[in-house]
């Protein structure tokens, strides 16, 4: 078994060099490939993130009773924080809210005569999930003492549709490139194993079972698969950071995710596709030549 396991390996190491220039296509397409869905689902994750930042700044506001102290409406934030769905809370006093209202505006002079007292003392409210706004508004109203809830749920329903699309057509998308790479990688090894059709027909001939004939090609392909995999994964890993800084540089506002946050799920990701490419395409290439 160790022998002929070693055989298999010497034979597909040997393949990938006797056919320098169609493993080099093989390798370039898959390359191309990886890069293309890798690029496609980074730019997805990093979409997904300015949304997930952007839903962050979407806050309830809850107004308190006012006959209700600073102290009991203080003592509300622990029911606040217990309605489920509550990420955290902030209380906001009379003077804060006043402060906050006066600097929406350049000539204060006009609100002199305005008094802290006239404004109500609030909680912000941050959600862990703002597809449940609506609910989680309906829960909080019923809080003794909170006697008004603010909540944008027009604004707060557009990005959770927004990020079901994205998730759909990222989705989507990397299924059809994912297709569209194993036609394109099956057709690369088609062409390859059409120059060895007489190696393997020999073979055949001189009662070599269709097992013995296939492993060499599988593992050419995994080798092939996985070595492409690690050059997509560098050319992927060089040309994000380069983009990344030039969008930070022009694009201040624009947080992107660091590269290596994501460096271990995207080179395992890169390798397996690598290997079900390179498999699966030899699988393909090979079957007609074994049919009896």
Known sequence: MFSRTCYFIKEAIANIFNHGIMSFVTTFTIICCLIIMGSCCLLALNVQQIITELEAENQMVAFIDEAMSDEEARGLEQQLLAVENVAQVRFVTREEAMVNFLDRYEDNSLFEDVDSSVFRNRYLIYLDDIALMEQTQNDLAGIYGVAKINALLKVANGFVTLRNILG?????????????????????????????????????????????????????????????????????????????????????????????????????????????????????????????
């Open 168 to 292: 759909i057509v990222a989705l989507a998308i990397f299924v059809v490139l994912f297709l569209i790479s194993i036609i394109l990688m099956n057709s690369t090894m088609k062409a390859a194993t059409f120059n060895r059709r007489t190696e393997i027909s020999i073979m055949r001939m001189v009662g070599a079972r269709n097992s013995f004939i296939r492993w060499p090609f599988v593992l050419e392909g995994m080798l092939i698969g996985l070595f492409a995999a690690l050059c997509a994964f560098l050319l992927q890993w060089g040309g994000y950071n380069l983009l990344a800084e030039n969008i930070s540089g022009a694009l201040s506002f624009i947080t992107v995710i660091p590269f290596e946050n994501m460096l271990i799920p995207v080179l395992i990701a890169f390798g397996v596709i690598g290997i079900i490419e390179g498999v699966f395409g030899s699988l393909g290439a090979v079957k007609r030549y074994l049919r009896v």
